[in-house]
């Protein structure tokens, strides 16, 4: 998870603004989508050279481009070129490792998001860096690889479902914030029933690998807090912009996705809450039942050793032991035996051992 | 608790604004009542059919719509249509796991709070999800079950007791946020007589029950401190917000209360701290416990482990040894041996083990 | 402790500003002092009849009405009524457990105080509910029961002693606050003795009942933290208030009782700080104390289980057993024996576990 | 320690502004030095008598008069009549309880710091009140007991050595605070000393009374920051003060102290951290211990126990037991109790507990 | 580590402004490197005469100079004459255990930070200061020893790649920021290699040691925080100064360095929390296997102890024992023995103990 930091360190050196890769690869190829709607129009169009969707930039009409993969420099420095965006936000598009963080240019907003997704073989959670640029009459998306996430958008868009034809890029930019955040919804109840699922484990049969799970499970919620927290700034900070690219009738709905950000939140810290109170609750199982199996050792081991020790003494072989001739010796030490057992068990009890 | 958070994944790729219902139904039927009055007049009118309730919008009397069930798309949708309500607002009344907040939309103020209740059967606090729309001359309130929490608010607007039919529609919106917050009291003295049982079991015979009680104690705390908490922002927004909806004269009951709700979050943080005393006690007597009987299997071992090996020296077969021929060999070996319980018993009783 | 906040909820369900008293009835009967000053003059009255303070409203001299007990109702409706107290201030005065605020009303400024006193039979700390009411010319003081703490002002009026009949009301509300803070010191220094006794408790013989205790006096702390924390602001917001009331004279006076309430404040964070590291070092000492116990159970079973395991050899009855009729054979055997437990001493010793 | 807050309740009940001394008193007179200069002339007194400073108070020149010992009211009072200095700060200056704070009184600026010195024989550090008093031509500087710190200071003032002498008596309280500063460097670094002795102790010899010394220099630590920490708040407001007694040149010598004083708190946390951590490691290397204790007596116990059982077998005493009689019965014997010690040691060594 | 703040105290009683060399002696001798460039031409000087650096302040064009030691009191003192630096900023630059800060003198800003490099022998981390002085056409560093950081950047300037040889010097300035904050990447991505080797370590063989190191690398870690958190205020600083030494263009760039180093103290947070959790997982497992050993010791105890005592029992000499006499007596007994460990075993299985 903290891997991709460490390969930011290649970079050491290099003049800012340098657009070198950073990160792991997730695409082969660089694959753009242009999609230009306005309330009566759409027009869809997939392609691999990046120059066919520089035409759109100059219509009136809302333009989304969406790029998957983030690793080519020249298809980056390229739309960088075309949209006139500043070298540092190409470099921070091309460094996948970027804390979600806005950045108003003036004539165009940026905007960085983690997309997170369920490895379900790894039973880990990934997470990908998704860019945005909103200008005046087009939005750029740059995803690492392509996810299914903007699909339903996509749908709604090429439908005309929904308000999203009738209002701006910035409603659009709206849009594809609001279908990351909601999918961090999928993540959580993912995880959540994990959470369950391992509390009813530690409390019908707690192992070592429960534990090992909870602590998977407790940095897998510390990575995830830190992916979504600081989005909750860069949604505030778009409600509060006071950019010309963001128009008025907008703002309830990044409040609304703001809402949905603190949801997120307070969700995550419910777990990390919850999986706290299971760690204390088997860190306390464990010394319980070492508290269990110490009682059953000290109670058979008080029980016998004084027993055992009477009949060592009736087995020493000293000529003159008048005991050993008794007639009834031998039962009478046995009753003795059975006593001093009995109030040893007596004893026990009355100090709630048993 | 955390169940209905799941189930908000269930929305990810709509539209936003789409009217879905998120969270259990709990009623069967929407139940609609509708109560208009001023100082003079008071009408009231049960009904299931929505339409029944928009002419009092034009009333200049306050109105107050109460809403049971807020799992029918289409009742809320018409009167989000009538009342001029956004569709976001809709749908946040719709998705009952929201967290307690406070949108001023101009014309209206949209308020959503947590009403909490204890089912005795389950032993748990449940959590239902109140929403208020304060508007020019009406009040509509919405909840997912029908509770009698708003019955004496019901009653003294009949009988016209206190302040209530003197003053407008602000007023009622206090009323009804009082009624919640003063709810929570009832929740709290429930919990806190739990909590002070737990602590007496806790001295006089603590078990791995107790433990697990405390656990599901504490959880539940933090469930409600999530609960209450925001709140405090919403009401301390509602006594500062600059909306012509509020009056000034209402200013001071949203401060008082303001103050009953901070009082209720310190209760909340009191508990939660006794709370966390008590786990600590918990392990401390565990390890007390541990200790007590560590200390009489090492006091019991202690003396009999030495003796016995003693009187298995004299159980020896060897043709050569002394000291069973002797007349008082055995006595004197006995007496060694009493000498040497005496010791150690003394030896504990320095240590303070005994 | 938090017992009154339990029976707040005897109130749900009633109008805002229904005057019942919730809490404890610390009086039997409300008794009413009044004390009427100025530079020159001095008159003091008690009665129990509420009307006979009220001629006092009118004279231009600092009246001082103070009453002990706030358990009827009539009472203080009557002076409400009379010095134009708004319900919902009159209702916090009867509920009496109040965290401590400020309400600058205009004509009138509404403060609420927690005083302490330490209950010697039943060791635990007491709080009671003070309220104070500056008027233009006039305080007003509630107290649950009467105290023998703002004896020494009564005193310091009588005799002209200080500032006191040379200045205004908002002088005297000041010294009533300074009364109660002075207090808090006796009541921290009380505490204080205990802990520190605790402590030496701790180090020379620690007992779960030493637990017990800082148990219980932590939690005390809390308690006090929570009674004392919110005078902070309330002193701080009388301070800074914009009100007529205050005059800028007694600013000073206000800053150096705040200063005094953040001594308090620190003193408590002291000991908490104190007692946490006592619960810290009560573990550890029983975990040393149970290391020390396995040390001595190990080293006695470590030693006899092997020497006891070889006289059991050699008190096999098989019939060839040539050592058994060597003629140095016992003696030899019981040499090898005291070699083995010689060395194992030699290697606890290496060991550092004697 | 927190012996000085007790004797603070000695003064409840008392008008405010009384000059009663609280504290230890710790020295036996009053002693009075008066530094008078100008970047021309430079005049010292000794004096016991207060009177005999007054004079200076007309002169244009810079004054410092300098007060060892403050539980004489008398002169504590004469000083405060001859310079007009408020009732309220008279009594802070006796009261040697006082956390840092700045007060600006309008003709004079009123600062209250703790000068903290390591007394070698108590191994403790004490701390020591030191008040100022800034006004317009002078600074009065108040100590409970005489110390040296200050000496460097009248060495530079009578020398004439840097800039002191040319500047006001906002540089001379200045000088004053950073002596003070400068002296926490010097309690540091002996403290440091000690945690690096103790953390050298904790890894070669963990012994209880290295617990101990731990949670003393903890303690400290809190002590330490406690005394610091306001000083910050003192010295940012003195720097940011709007005090015609500041000059602006001045402003950048505050502001190094500032950081200085930044630099003592990091320090003091560090340590704390430090401590903290090695209260877990002395924790963890008890139970490490306890671990090793308990596995030597599970190998021997489980090696010997069983072995002593077989023994035991064939030392009964039944008339027919085949085996007592065969030739090579006791070697036989033999040889599968080796067999049997044997595997368990292989068992105990693949399980690493060897 | 927290060594330099030590060799602070050498200081105390000193006058402010005093050129005293605090901390290790890093470098011989001091040696100045001059680069002096615009956009046309470029001019690169290495000296040990500080002299010889002057003219070049007097030049339009852009001065970089580059000072290595800062023991050199003579060195540092005639630069701050010839550029007139404040003197307590030349003190500032030879205490070389500053917290990054930033200082704005109005003429030029001063900037302090650590510089941080990994020592592999000593395997620590060591810091080391830079500071820098940023005026209106030159910036002057200072390093405590050489280090080859700046290299990559001197390389940039002397080919002209990238921005830096069309921009001034507070460029430069953000350019030498930028290449130390590059630089605790490096650093990172070596303590996060350790982090994940310590992790395998624990999960595969914990021993000691393991603890050891990560209580080292946990210090580390707080270390390094305290070098890097006040960077982020400094440079959050320097982009919304209102100096005109900065200008406009500049500011996107100290917000890319400023998001650097959120990232990197995001990292250094997920570190510690990394480490606290294998903290907790050591010490649990650690307990996990007290638990263990206690449960073999017990069962073997528990098995063989009573059956010890049975064959103790028929080892008694009584003169009238009827069983020892039966036919089958001996064989009886064993299969006695043979039963109670069975169930025995039945009773640990069903315990889940085996």
Same mark, same amino acid.
């Given at each position: 998870?903290?891997?991709?930091?460490?390969? +930011?360190?290649? *970079?050491?050196?290099?003049?800012?603004?340098?657009?070198?890769?950073?990160?792991? *690869?997730?695409?082969?190829?660089? *694959?753009?989508?242009?999609?230009?709607?306005?309330?009566?129009?759409?027009?869809?169009?997939?392609?691999?050279?990046?120059?066919?969707?520089?035409?759109?930039?100059?219509?009136?009409?809302?333009?989304?481009?969406? $790029?998957?993969?983030?690793?080519?420099?020249?298809?980056?420095?390229?739309?960088?070129?075309?949209?006139?965006?500043?070298?540092?936000?190409? /470099?921070?598009? &091309?460094?996948?490792?970027?804390?979600?963080?806005?950045?108003?240019?003036? @004539?165009?907003?940026?905007?960085?998001? =983690?997309?997170? !997704?369920?490895?379900?073989? =790894? +039973?880990?959670?990934?997470?990908?860096?998704?860019?945005?640029?909103?200008?005046?009459?087009?939005?750029? !998306?740059?995803?690492?690889?392509?996810?299914? $996430?903007?699909?339903?958008?996509?749908?709604?868009?090429? #439908?005309?479902?929904?308000?999203?034809?009738?209002?701006?890029?910035?409603?659009?930019?709206? !849009?594809?914030?609001?279908?990351?955040?909601?999918?961090?919804?999928?993540?959580?109840?993912?995880?959540?029933?994990?959470?369950?699922?391992?509390?009813?484990?530690?409390?019908?049969?707690? =192992? =070592?690998?429960?534990?090992?799970?909870?602590?998977?499970?407790?940095r897998e919620m510390i990575y995830l807090r830190k992916s979504v927290w600081p989005l909750r700034e860069v949604i505030s900070g778009l409600e509060r912009a006071e950019s010309d690219l963001i128009k008025?009738?907008?703002?309830?709905?990044?409040?609304?996705?703001? @809402?949905? #950000?603190?949801?997120?939140?307070?969700?995550? /810290? #419910?777990?990390?809450?919850?999986?706290?109170?299971?760690?204390?609750?088997?860190?306390? !199982?464990?010394?319980?039942?070492?508290? /269990?199996? &110490?009682?059953?050792?000290?109670?058979?081991? #008080?029980?016998?050793?004084?027993?055992?020790?009477?009949?060592? $003494?009736?087995?020493?072989?000293?000529?003159?032991m008048p005991e050993l001739g008794w007639r009834w010796g031998y039962f009478g030490i046995l009753a003795v035996m059975l006593t001093i057992g009995v109030l040893m068990l007596f004893y026990f009890r009355?100090?709630?051992?048993?």
């Amino acid at each position: 998870m903290a891997k991709n930091t460490h390969r +930011r360190s290649r *970079k050491a050196g290099l003049p800012p603004g340098s657009l070198i890769h950073v990160g792991e *690869k997730k695409a082969e190829k660089t *694959k753009i989508t242009v999609i230009d709607y306005d309330e009566q129009n759409y027009q869809m169009k997939e392609t691999e050279a990046v120059d066919e969707c520089f035409p759109f930039k100059e219509t009136p009409t809302v333009t989304w481009i969406n $790029v998957d993969g983030v690793h080519d420099a020249e298809v980056i420095g390229r739309i960088g070129q075309c949209f006139g965006i500043h070298s540092l936000i190409l /470099e921070d598009i &091309m460094t996948t490792a970027q804390r979600p963080k806005m950045e108003d240019m003036g @004539d165009y907003i940026y905007i960085v998001m =983690r997309m997170l !997704s369920y490895h379900a073989k =790894r +039973r880990e959670v990934l997470s990908e860096q998704v860019s945005l640029i909103l200008g005046p009459n087009f939005v750029i !998306s740059f995803q690492e690889a392509g996810g299914d $996430v903007f699909d339903p958008l996509r749908e709604r868009i090429r #439908t005309g479902k929904g308000r999203v034809r009738k209002m701006g890029p910035d409603y659009l930019a709206y !849009s594809l914030i609001d279908a990351v955040v909601d999918n961090y919804f999928l993540i959580l109840e993912n995880l959540g029933e994990r959470v369950e699922a391992l509390e009813e484990e530690l409390i019908s049969d707690p =192992r =070592r690998e429960t534990l090992h799970a909870i602590h998977v499970l407790k940095r897998e919620m510390i990575y995830l807090r830190k992916s979504v927290w600081p989005l909750r700034e860069v949604i505030s900070g778009l409600e509060r912009a006071e950019s010309d690219l963001i128009k008025d009738a907008t703002g309830i709905f990044f409040r609304d996705v703001y @809402d949905h #950000t603190i949801q997120v939140i307070d969700t995550i /810290e #419910t777990y990390r809450d919850m999986l706290s109170g299971m760690l204390d609750m088997y860190l306390s !199982s464990v010394s319980n039942r070492m508290n /269990e199996v &110490m009682k059953v050792l000290t109670i058979i081991a #008080t029980i016998f050793i004084p027993l055992t020790f009477v009949a060592g $003494v009736y087995g020493m072989n000293f000529k003159f032991m008048p005991e050993l001739g008794w007639r009834w010796g031998y039962f009478g030490i046995l009753a003795v035996m059975l006593t001093i057992g009995v109030l040893m068990l007596f004893y026990f009890r009355r100090k709630k051992w048993m």
